[in-house]
């Protein structure tokens, strides 16, 4: 793997030492009994031309956030994380996604209480499907809950985004808010901030493979163009509308025609092995297109479901990583909900 469980925390921590939040030992305080689990789910976000714009709930996989409240004591304690790269992990809660969002709505609401979390991760971290981004919106919805429902569905969002910009480099809700909202979500501004949610067309399905290999956002961020061509501003601008028409009015057929992307995908290519091959894979067995998800590794397809079978697209890519020798996980889902109470 080009990138090691301790350089994903070393760069966290880095970024965050400076502004750690308090909290206190599970032993020391007394607990509530009721607990409250939620679900938040993978998304896939700028899908083309949506750069840090548009994302995708997916119905699986997900994350499950479970928490209680701690009276007398403020901040935010993360008792327990499990699940795929749970080692990888902090259980500090200001380095941790879900603890930060959670505090961040707590500090919103001026909530007189504490929160315990327990966290078991369905995504693996650094996988391009939102992992980070569950976490952080898992967390912030879980608290939003347990303050009894105070703020907007955009200050949600927003605290959520707030745990991204500290773990992930940068500022962007293009994960959280499919993840919240759930289905496709355009991110029409982010000052002031204000989202859009579409529901998608219910026969797009969708194939996620992830390859054995892990890319942090944080560091995917960084190959990233600083300026770009006019000429691929308006073929972004271009295809990014014609995508919002499509998924409005359930254009597969064109929404396959405008996930194009001329600027970022090819500056994240070199991270992700086989990537164009793996897409090539898909199309050639039924995908209307296949792309890089989110910052990567994974390689997301798009197929029509009353005309194609998505176990056969992700055959062929995980057939592809197992010929060069590498493991390659796969779902075949379909667009989800957001973040709900189970």
């Known amino acids: 793997m080009p990138f090691s469980c301790s350089l994903i925390l070393r760069v966290v921590v880095d970024k965050t030492l400076s502004n750690k939040a308090q909290y206190s030992d599970v032993g020391r305080v007394n607990m509530t009994d009721e607990w409250i689990k939620v679900a938040a789910p993978a998304t896939t976000s700028n899908i083309g031309p949506g750069f ?17 409240k701690i009276p007398f004591i403020d901040g935010i304690i993360i008792s327990e994380v499990t699940g795929p790269g749970s080692e990888c ?34 995504i693996r971290p650094c996988s391009g499907i939102g992992s980070s981004g569950a976490s952080a919106a898992g967390g ?13 569905e955009s200050e949600v969002i927003l605290c959520a985004a707030h745990a991204e910009d500290v773990t992930s480099g940068g500022f962007h809700a293009d994960n959280v808010a499919p993840c919240i909202l759930g289905g496709f979500t355009i991110i029409r501004s982010y000052e002031p901030f204000e ?10 399905g969708v ?23 006019v000429r691929d501003l308006v ?9 919002v028409y499509a998924m409005m009015k359930g254009d597969l057929a064109l929404i396959g025609r405008s996930v194009k992307d001329a600027v970022f995908e090819p500056a994240r290519t070199h991270l992700v092995p086989y990537l164009k091959e793996a897409e090539s894979e898909a199309m050639s067995h039924g995908a209307l297109i296949s792309f890089l998800g989110g910052s990567g590794p994974c390689v997301m397809s798009f197929y029509d479901k009353n005309t194609h079978n998505g176990e056969i ?23 989800g909900e957001g973040c709900k109470r189970i």
Do not use: Q
């Open 235 to 243: 073929f972004h601008v271009g295809n990014a509308s014609t995508l």
């Open 207 to 229: 194939v996620v493979a992830l390859p054995d290999v892990m890319v942090p956002t944080i560091e995917s961020r960084k190959v990233l163009p600083k300026e770009v061509s």
């Open 195 to 204: 989202v859009i949610k579409i529901d998608p067309p219910k026969d797009l």
């Open 89 to 122: 992990i902090p259980l500090d809660p200001a380095i941790n996604s879900v603890g930060i969002a959670a505090a961040e709505v707590l500090r919103r609401c001026e909530a007189d209480f504490g929160i315990e979390i327990k966290i078991k991760k369905g």
């Open 52 to 68: 840090d714009i548009f994302g995708l709930a997916l119905k699986e996989p997900c994350d499950i956030i479970e928490g209680r």
């Open 140 to 152: 912030a919805y879980l608290a939003h809950l347990l303050c009894g429902e105070k703020l907007s």
């Open 313 to 335: 697209i992700a055959k062929s890519i995980k057939d592809l990583y197992a010929k060069n020798g590498m493991k390659c996980d796969t779902w075949v889902t379909e667009c």
